[in-house]
């Protein structure tokens, strides 16, 4: 049995954290004479008793890296008791939310899924509204964070391609907190950026900063209903697409080109393919919208573009209901939630990198059928792939169609149809948001589902956010035996 005390002692920080986050909102319900303002502080109060009891409890001398086991249970114990906390505000918010939709709401800011269960979204308190946002926004750098000095050292789906020199060391703790520094402080300068240029796209103040953290983060979370779809003009779309991108780009790469060293993110095989597939995909998507008279060309480049940019990132934004469009569209759309962004984005999905992997090993052998005596290496940013990643993201691969599989069939099982059963099984487990069939669903609102349905994807939002390794190695013998 693995030393638990450093693992709760990291949760007892998150959780003292998420308690001073909750203290944001608490102050806009105040100042605009909101009661809400009562339910965060009682909650920051009790998340911050708890996160406080948990570092007292567990306190230790010096700094001890984390054993194997004990990355694998950091990770699931942050996320978990994260999502836990988060639901306190919705609990104690008076508005009727029962534990359920509560603990999903949270789940589904925390992982940056999206989809929601408020019923009158665009009559919700501030405070909360906000609290959404928030979740979005601390989820997407949670994630960068874990991508980079968890994941690698896990060695989780072929991540330890992206480790890092000097992470995991008495010596590399320099190096891991500036970088660490380095790429909030880019986080936060896009996320002001966005809301100025949303608030100079028509944007009231308010829902320029909620809409800046939700795209930054590829969370999605709206202010709206009808999402992005409910605000007039197209400024706003135009402001929300860039951001997008940027939230789903390797964020070391951002941070160089902060520092002024812009070729390496042109350079980057990662950025480069998602804009790739970006522009591909809206092509293609507003040639059928043209072709089949949903739009004329300009109004069709655009729905085309923003949609197939906020499904790539897993933002989940929506302008319009894709249901109608055919099941062409749809199925492309799928796709692309499914693919995601980089290693180290905001975004989830079985990211680039491992398409990439996958191309370049299928590739390499096919050149092996017609060569059968040649020497076919697979590459990655120009270098080689050694074996055991190439096994880690075939193996991901096909973990993660497993997954995708069990969810549906369990959405199915709980009398769902099968065009929301299978959309909203994808949503989940690419924390993409969003989906098809239902008309609510197409929105993001998942509040008619069943409340095992609601179980059963916070489940897989969780599942696809720890990069489905992380977590289910947790159900296996082998990991709690000696």
Same mark, same amino acid.
């Given at each position: 049995?693995?030393?638990?005390?450093?693992?709760?002692?990291?949760?007892?920080?998150?959780?003292?954290?998420?308690?001073?986050?909750?203290?944001v909102?608490?102050?806009?319900?105040?100042?605009?004479?909101?009661?809400?303002?009562?339910?965060?502080?009682?909650?920051?109060?009790?998340?911050?008793?708890?996160?406080?009891?948990?570092?007292?409890?567990?306190?230790?001398?010096?700094?001890?890296?984390?054993?194997?086991?004990?990355?694998?249970?950091?990770?699931?114990?942050?996320?978990?008791?994260v999502?836990?906390?988060?639901?306190?505000?919705?609990?104690?918010?008076?508005?009727?939310?029962?534990?359920?939709?509560?603990?999903?709401?949270?789940?589904?800011?925390?992982?940056?899924?999206? $989809?929601? %269960?408020?019923?009158? &979204?665009?009559? !919700?308190?501030?405070? @909360?509204? /906000?609290? +959404? #946002?928030?979740?979005?926004? =601390?989820?997407?750098?949670?994630?960068?964070?874990?991508?980079?000095?968890?994941?690698?050292?896990?060695?989780?789906?072929?991540?330890?391609?992206?480790?890092?020199?000097?992470?995991?060391?008495?010596?590399?703790?320099?190096?891991?907190?500036?970088?660490?520094?380095?790429?909030?402080?880019?986080?936060?300068?896009?996320?002001?950026?966005?809301?100025?240029?949303?608030?100079?796209?028509?944007?009231?103040?308010?829902?320029?900063?909620?809409?800046a953290?939700?795209?930054?983060?590829?969370?999605?979370?709206?202010?709206?209903?009808?999402?992005?779809?409910?605000?007039?003009?197209?400024?706003?779309?135009? $402001?929300? %697409?860039?951001?997008? &991108?940027?939230? !789903?780009?390797?964020? @070391?790469? /951002?941070? +160089? #080109?902060?520092?002024g060293? =812009?070729?390496?993110?042109?350079?980057d095989?990662?950025?480069?393919?998602?804009?790739?597939?970006?522009?591909?995909?809206?092509l293609?998507?507003?040639?059928?919208?043209?072709?089949?008279?949903f739009?004329?060309?300009?109004?069709?480049?655009?729905?085309?573009?923003?949609?197939?940019?906020?499904?790539?990132?897993?933002?989940?934004?929506?302008?319009?209901?894709?249901?109608?469009?055919?099941?062409?569209?749809?199925?492309?759309?799928?796709?692309?939630?499914?693919i995601?962004?980089?290693?180290?984005?905001?975004?989830?999905?079985?990211?680039?990198?491992?398409?990439?992997?996958?191309?370049a090993?299928?590739?390499?052998?096919?050149?092996? &059928?017609?060569?059968?005596?040649?020497?076919?290496?697979?590459?990655?940013?120009?270098?080689?792939?050694?074996?055991?990643?190439?096994?880690?993201?075939?193996?991901?691969?096909?973990?993660?169609?497993?997954?995708?599989?069990?969810?549906?069939?369990?959405?199915?099982?709980?009398?769902?149809?099968?065009?929301?059963?299978?959309?909203?099984?994808?949503?989940?487990?690419?924390?993409?948001?969003?989906?098809?069939?239902?008309?609510?669903?197409?929105?993001?609102?998942?509040?008619?589902?069943?409340?095992?349905?609601?179980?059963?994807?916070?489940?897989?939002?969780?599942?696809?956010?720890?990069?489905?390794?992380?977590?289910?190695?947790l159900?296996?013998?082998?990991?709690?035996?000696?």
């Open positions: 049995m693995p030393d638990l005390r450093p693992v709760f002692a990291v949760a007892g920080w998150l959780l003292a954290i998420l308690a001073a986050a909750m203290l909102p608490a102050a806009v319900d105040l100042a605009n004479g909101d009661s809400g303002w009562q339910a965060f502080v009682a909650a920051a109060a009790l998340t911050l008793f708890f996160g406080v009891a948990l570092l007292l409890a567990n306190r230790q001398r010096g700094w001890h890296p984390f054993t194997l086991k004990q990355g694998f249970l950091v990770a699931n114990v942050a996320w978990l008791s999502a836990l906390f988060g639901s306190l505000p919705f609990l104690f918010s008076g508005l009727g939310f029962s534990f359920t939709d509560a603990f999903f709401e949270s789940m589904s800011g925390i992982t940056t899924t999206g $989809v929601t %269960i408020f019923r009158e &979204l665009d009559a !919700a308190p501030a405070g @909360l509204l /906000l609290w +959404r #946002a928030l979740l979005n926004w =601390l989820g997407g750098i949670g994630i960068i964070v874990t991508a980079l000095a968890v994941l690698p050292v896990l060695q989780v789906g072929g991540m330890q391609l992206f480790r890092l020199e000097g992470f995991g060391g008495e010596q590399g703790l320099p190096r891991a907190a500036s970088l660490g520094v380095g790429i909030v402080l880019v986080y936060v300068v896009l996320t002001a950026a966005g809301a100025l240029a949303l608030i100079g796209a028509g944007m009231t103040a308010f829902d320029a900063v909620t809409h953290m939700a795209a930054i983060s590829t969370g999605g979370f709206s202010t709206r209903a009808l999402s992005v779809g409910a605000y007039v003009g197209h400024a706003p779309q135009y $402001v929300l %697409i860039v951001l997008m &991108l940027l939230g !789903a780009m390797p964020f @070391l790469q /951002l941070l +160089r #080109a902060g520092q060293k =812009l070729t390496p993110l042109w350079r095989s990662e950025a480069r393919w998602l804009l790739g597939l970006a522009l591909a995909a809206a293609a998507l507003a040639l059928w919208l043209i072709d089949r008279k739009y004329g060309e300009p109004d069709a480049l655009r729905v085309a573009l923003f949609t197939a940019v906020s499904m790539l990132t897993g933002t989940g934004f929506v302008i319009a209901d894709p249901t109608p469009w055919g099941g062409l569209p749809i199925a492309m759309l799928v796709t692309l939630m499914f995601g962004g980089a290693a180290d984005s905001t975004t989830s999905g079985v990211k680039l990198f491992r398409v990439q992997i996958f191309v090993e299928a590739h390499a052998a096919l050149r092996r &059928l017609t060569q059968p005596h040649g020497v076919f290496i697979p590459h990655f940013k120009r270098r080689p792939v050694p074996d055991e990643v190439n096994q880690q993201v075939i193996g991901y691969f096909s973990l993660f169609g497993l997954s995708y599989a069990v969810l549906a069939i369990g959405l199915g099982l709980l009398g769902l149809d099968l065009t929301t059963a299978l959309s909203a099984a994808a949503s989940a487990l690419a924390n993409a948001g969003g989906g098809f069939g239902d008309k609510l669903v197409a929105y993001g609102n998942f509040s008619g589902l069943p409340e095992a349905a609601k179980w059963w994807l916070a489940f897989g939002m969780l599942l696809g956010r720890l990069e489905l390794i992380v977590l289910l190695v159900f296996t013998r082998s990991f709690w035996r000696g």
